[in-house]
């Protein structure tokens, strides 16, 4: 898969993740992407040690529920890491 086309997939993977998630993650366009590709690389690391897939093509169902869970992974973990951090860190 070129770059180009996983960028993609990681932006979409990305936009699905925040909208199934319940957090309020911060971000817009570069910020989905981010957790999109990073949620990728994470889910095709764990699938591929795991055995039970990897990143292959990008019009594979196995490709975009890897990606997808990748991100949902990755934002749960944000948010554990993050979300214990008291308030918030706009300036009064």
């Known amino acids: 898969m070129g770059i180009i086309?996983?960028?993609?997939?990681?932006l979409i993977a990305g936009m699905i993740a925040k909208a199934l998630?319940?957090?309020d993650e911060p971000g817009g366009f570069l910020g989905t992407m981010v957790v999109g590709v990073v949620g990728a690389l994470l889910g095709g690391v764990i699938a591929s040690a795991a055995g039970?897939?990897?990143?292959?093509?990008?019009f594979s169902i196995g490709t975009w529920l890897i990606a997808i869970g990748g991100a949902l992974l990755f934002l749960?973990?944000?948010n554990l890491v993050v979300g214990k951090r008291g308030g918030s860190a706009r300036a009064v």
């Not at 086309?5 to 990681?10: D, E, H, K």
């Not at 039970?52 to 990008?58: M, V």
């Open 76 to 78: 749960f973990l944000f």
């Open 21 to 23: 998630f319940s957090g």
């Open 52 to 58: 039970i897939g990897e990143l292959d093509s990008f």
């Open 5 to 10: 086309a996983f960028l993609i997939l990681g």
